[in-house]
């Protein structure tokens, strides 16, 4: 989808935002309210927010059906979850890099500078322990969480010059979220968070040097391509970036049991055909990006991945120490979890993505 048609979309969403009614049910059926953090249809997290919403309804066997609103239309994108946990919406569709001001354990479940591939995070939540931590940390803002996709590997971003070195980096404007928000403060980058389209318009007018967003796909669609050709990869502040759904605590607590499995399985089950469309689209989109609009994928410098993960070093031990006794146990079982990864994955995946690079003439 072309940039100025997601932007039309959610201009006339917005035009055409209204207070949303009492929740209702109707003979028997529920209808629900879910409110993004994304512009109506955005290739990747637009989509699948409508994705969810459809499944919902088609394995609830039409007994909840949903109603997707995007950013704008009723509330904006980064309102989103207070409105869900004040009732004002019954669900919503966003990632949880966005939430760090209202507890930094929530940044874990999201992304972490030189953390979890999106399969790991995936593992954490459903073999290591994470989805009952996640869930004892959103009740406390009236939510029930679920993880409901990846984009898989973050892009470190569009830039106006070529950065080489931690040096370059410094006072640099760049727009990123979450936890590598504070890693590249650290680095003494001038972090700015915004969405994906004012990013856009903060680049096109000098406001920001440079920022990332998800990857080729979204990025494309964007129009990003437009202002710069310089687009360095290996994002290692988001090895992965989940997307989560939260349900008001309520209106899950009113469901009965046959629909909490049916809204529990419709997350579940996209996790995966959200990533794999990810990763699909990413490696299309890139290949058009280079080879028609004269994009130069550079390599991230290894200096600067160094300096990230010192830095990161120095939050996590924050978060160890942090006063939040849950906050310090989300971030052990973070570690335990990429530890246990860390020694496996150099004999699985890193060893087969090592070897078709000793036989780069295999036939394509």
């Not at 927010?49 to 239309?73: H, K, N, P, W, Y």
């Amino acid at each position: 989808m072309e940039r100025r048609t997601f932007l039309k979309s959610a201009a006339i969403g917005a035009a055409a935002a209204t207070t949303l009614a009492t929740p209702a049910i109707a003979q028997g059926t529920r209808r629900w309210r879910m409110v993004s953090a994304w512009p109506r249809n955005l290739p990747g997290p637009g989509v699948a927010a409508q994705m969810l919403a459809d499944r919902i309804a088609t394995l609830s066997g039409g007994r909840i059906e949903v109603e997707l609103f995007a950013a704008g239309e009723v509330v904006p994108g980064p309102g989103v979850f207070d409105a869900v946990g004040e009732g004002t919406a019954d669900l919503y569709h966003a990632v949880p890099a966005y939430w760090g001001s209202k507890s930094k354990g929530i940044l874990l479940f999201g992304s972490q500078p030189l953390g979890l591939t999106a399969m790991e995070q995936h593992g954490w939540m459903l073999h290591g322990g994470g989805q009952a931590l996640y869930d004892e940390m959103y009740a406390r803002f009236n939510l029930k969480p679920f993880l409901c996709g990846n984009s898989g590997p973050q892009w470190a971003g569009w830039f106006r010059n070529e950065v080489s070195s931690v040096d370059d980096l410094r006072g640099l404007k760049y727009r990123t979220t979450g936890l590598n928000s504070e890693v590249m403060a650290k680095l003494g980058v001038a972090v700015e968070a915004m969405s994906g389209p004012a990013m856009f318009q903060a680049l096109q007018s000098g406001a920001l040097d440079a920022g990332e967003f998800i990857g080729p796909w979204t990025d494309s669609a964007l129009g990003l391509q437009q202002i710069t050709k310089l687009y360095y990869n290996n994002g290692v502040g988001e090895p992965s970036s989940a997307e989560e759904c939260a349900v008001n605590l309520d209106s899950w607590n009113d469901l009965p049991d046959d629909l909490k499995q049916a809204v529990s399985f419709a997350a579940e089950s996209l996790y995966n055909p959200v990533l794999t469309e990810y990763n699909t689209k990413h490696a299309m989109a890139l290949r058009e990006l280079v080879n028609t609009h004269g994009v130069e994928v550079k390599d991230w410098p290894q200096e600067i991945i160094v300096a990230q993960g010192r830095a990161m070093g120095e939050i996590v031990g924050e978060l160890l120490e942090n006063e939040d006794e849950l906050v310090r146990r989300i971030t052990q079982s973070f570690l335990d979890y990429r530890g246990l990864m860390a020694d496996y994955q150099p004999n699985a995946e890193a060893a087969q993505l090592a070897a078709r690079r000793l036989v780069p003439d295999y036939p394509r």
